[in-house]
């Protein structure tokens, strides 16, 4: 299906501005948070350098920036939503930076507030449809379950992008990837105005992702990686595109569960005291072969041996790529009618 060459414009604009905003705004918390003390231990190099931190301010400020401007141009309440649900994910994380919500518990619930922009918006019906699209099966229908959903979803999808963050580059890079299905889908189903509003996700992922790389010159924070994960599902929530974008963070999702899995309980990443990998002197990561720590996508990367920083999440990227492909055979099939 072609896309109307104004919308092209549009959404190149769209992209354009929320990366240049990312990017000034990281720029500015590069320079400034270290100067107030605000930074992290990287525990992933032998020098221990002082990382600053966090950096999930200049993420959630360009996005609600960008998708505000975009509810003005098209009025759609999805936008709002999805804008509303971002902030208030990020300001949940803002919260754990700065007090260190130790109990596993507490931030789950928390984030329960950030669904609620989608439920309590769908006055008339317009924020989301009961009926997740399914290839082969088509829509099903959960008239009674979806919002229960809705509220679980929200919560288990930022917790489970939080976990990637564990690398230099891991969250921000896979994020950027498991937008492109999602963006590609929209396009599928003509659904132009979240479509656009997608792209500031993909757009501020990337600009950060640009000092998040190794080696970090910033840290995205809890505040960072909900307001992504939180943004994300509400894109896929509100765009009707639930499989597709299950797909596409499946990494994130089985990460999550290997590690919930392992430990049996909701714990705050923060307070696992058996490290899952182990820091060489050579400065590579090994897997730790203590039984108490928890299973790990990274622990499962280096089960085969020891490998550096970067070439960790050189394996998860790729392995974010290949889901981003399922993810696009998914939505082919779904539009397909397959």
Not at 61 to 67: C, F, G, M, P, R
Not at 274 to 279: E, G, K, N
Request: include cysteine; hydrophobic fraction near 55%.
């Amino acid at each position: 299906m072609a896309i109307p060459y104004d919308l092209i414009v549009l959404a190149s604009i769209v992209f354009a501005v929320t990366f240049s905003l990312t990017y000034l705004f990281t720029f500015a918390l590069v320079k400034t948070l270290p100067r107030r003390g605000l930074v992290a231990e990287d525990y992933h190099k032998l020098s221990r350098p002082k990382v600053a931190w966090p950096g999930g301010p200049a993420i959630f400020s360009s996005i609600l920036i960008v998708e505000l401007f975009l509810y003005l141009i098209y009025g759609d309440l999805r936008i709002l939503s999805i804008a509303l649900v971002t902030i208030i994910a990020g300001i949940i994380g803002l919260i754990d930076d700065k007090w260190r919500l130790k109990n596993g518990i507490i931030k789950p619930v928390l984030l329960i507030l950030a669904s609620l922009p989608i439920l309590l918006l769908d006055i008339y019906g317009e924020i989301y449809v009961p009926s997740p699209i399914f290839p082969i099966f088509g829509s099903v229908r959960l008239y009674y379950v979806y919002p229960i959903l809705v509220l679980a979803a929200v919560p288990i999808v930022s917790n489970a992008t939080n976990m990637m963050d564990v690398l230099n580059g891991a969250l921000s890079g896979f994020m950027t990837i498991a937008t492109v299905p999602l963006v590609f889908s929209l396009i599928l189903r003509a659904d132009y105005n979240i479509m656009m509003a997608s792209l500031p996700l993909m757009g501020s992922s990337l600009a950060f992702f640009i000092f998040h790389r190794y080696p970090s010159k910033i840290f995205p924070g809890d505040s960072g990686s909900l307001a992504l994960g939180a943004m994300f599902c509400a894109i896929a929530i509100v765009g009707r595109v639930e499989v597709v974008a299950i797909i596409s963070i499946l990494p994130a999702i089985l990460n999550s569960f290997f590690i919930l899995s392992s430990v049996k309980r909701l714990v705050e990443h923060r307070s696992i005291k058996t490290r899952p990998t182990i820091l060489l002197p050579n400065e590579q990561l090994a897997a730790s072969k203590e039984t108490s720590a928890p299973i790990t996508l990274v622990r499962m990367i280096l089960a085969e041996g020891p490998l550096s920083e970067k070439d960790v999440v050189s394996n998860i990227l790729k392995l974010s790529a290949f889901s981003a492909f399922l993810a696009v055979m998914t939505a082919l099939l779904t539009a397909w009618g397959i």
